[in-house]
């Protein structure tokens, strides 16, 4: 089972970029996307009955922001959106699939640069997020947490990290939670894999950060230990374009 996972900062503005091709040479069996930035009743036809696939999608309160979607060709056993607290259901940021052998967040975490209530806001949703999957974990299900993270967890994930030390995405308190989050029993299914690979999955539109290759590795599958072997392989797709991000791949036994 192919899971690809992809924040395409706009599933419209991505259309145009070959976002459909994509599908169809890449026949993901799950896709999740983050930062739709649309309501589905604002997409043409195309976009909601990609052939072979079945889109759910989950948008924000607020218009041409934020928003989560999955395409898949398996019917889950259930879908729902959201986390537990409510305040943090009102951006469309999560869906959630169950399927028999594991439940699948897709996520798009806040992202804290704005200010400092922003910040609180991000950190707070992540914590809330971290509960509800240590509960999962101790009911004894398989858990894979995958979409855009907005945070690089260690100096490798990042082209210059002493600059960005003091930036939302690579502050202490950011990548502390990301060790709180993975002493649950989750890993970082990627580096697990490539444990001194340098590759990004995000590039900042100035300065030619992309083709410099000054980005940030920010997307990531995190996978519960347990489940870990039945991870055949991990990549990122940094070639593929149409997006600040680029996708990601976890593939299953």
Request: hydrophobic share 35%; glycine share 8%.
């Given at each position: 089972?192919?899971?690809?996972?992809?924040?395409?900062?706009?599933?419209?503005?991505?259309?145009?970029?070959?976002?459909?091709?994509?599908?169809?040479?890449?026949?993901?069996?799950?896709?999740?996307?983050?930062?739709?930035?649309?309501?589905?009743?604002?997409?043409?036809?195309?976009?909601?009955?990609?052939?072979?696939?079945?889109?759910?999608?989950?948008?924000?309160?607020?218009?041409?922001?934020?928003?989560?979607?999955?395409?898949?060709?398996?019917?889950?056993?259930?879908?729902?959106?959201?986390?537990?607290?409510?305040?943090?259901?009102?951006?469309?940021?999560?869906?959630?699939?169950?399927?028999?052998?594991?439940?699948?967040?897709?996520?798009?975490?806040?992202?804290?640069?704005?200010?400092?209530?922003?910040?609180?806001?991000?950190?707070?949703?992540?914590?809330?997020?971290?509960?509800?999957?240590?509960?999962?974990?101790?009911?004894?299900?398989?858990?894979?947490?995958?979409?855009?993270?907005?945070?690089?967890?260690?100096?490798?994930?990042?082209?210059?990290?002493?600059?960005?030390?003091?930036?939302?995405?690579?502050?202490?308190?950011?990548?502390?939670?990301?060790?709180?989050?993975l002493a649950l029993g989750m890993v970082d299914s990627w580096r697990a894999q490539h444990p001194d690979e340098i590759k990004y999955s995000w590039w900042s539109y100035r300065f030619s950060a992309r083709k410099n290759n000054a980005g940030w590795r920010i997307d990531s599958f995190y996978v519960s230990e347990d489940f870990m072997e039945q991870v055949e392989s991990t990549d990122i797709l940094n070639d593929v374009m149409g997006s600040d991000h680029c996708p990601i791949v976890l593939t299953?036994?």
């Open positions: 089972m192919k899971i690809i996972s992809w924040n395409v900062n706009g599933i419209r503005a991505v259309e145009k970029k070959g976002f459909l091709p994509f599908i169809e040479a890449e026949q993901p069996d799950i896709l999740c996307l983050q930062e739709t930035k649309a309501h589905d009743h604002q997409l043409e036809e195309t976009l909601l009955k990609v052939p072979g696939y079945t889109s759910y999608f989950h948008s924000g309160d607020r218009k041409g922001y934020s928003g989560t979607a999955v395409y898949y060709k398996k019917e889950p056993l259930a879908i729902r959106t959201g986390l537990s607290n409510p305040l943090f259901n009102s951006e469309g940021r999560t869906i959630i699939m169950e399927y028999p052998d594991f439940i699948l967040y897709n996520v798009y975490f806040p992202n804290g640069q704005k200010d400092e209530e922003r910040l609180q806001f991000k950190m707070a949703f992540n914590h809330c997020l971290q509960q509800d999957v240590k509960a999962l974990l101790e009911a004894g299900k398989n858990v894979i947490v995958g979409g855009d993270i907005n945070t690089a967890h260690r100096e490798i994930d990042l082209k210059n990290p002493k600059e960005n030390a003091k930036r939302s995405g690579f502050l202490p308190i950011e990548r502390a939670w990301i060790d709180e989050f299953l036994k």
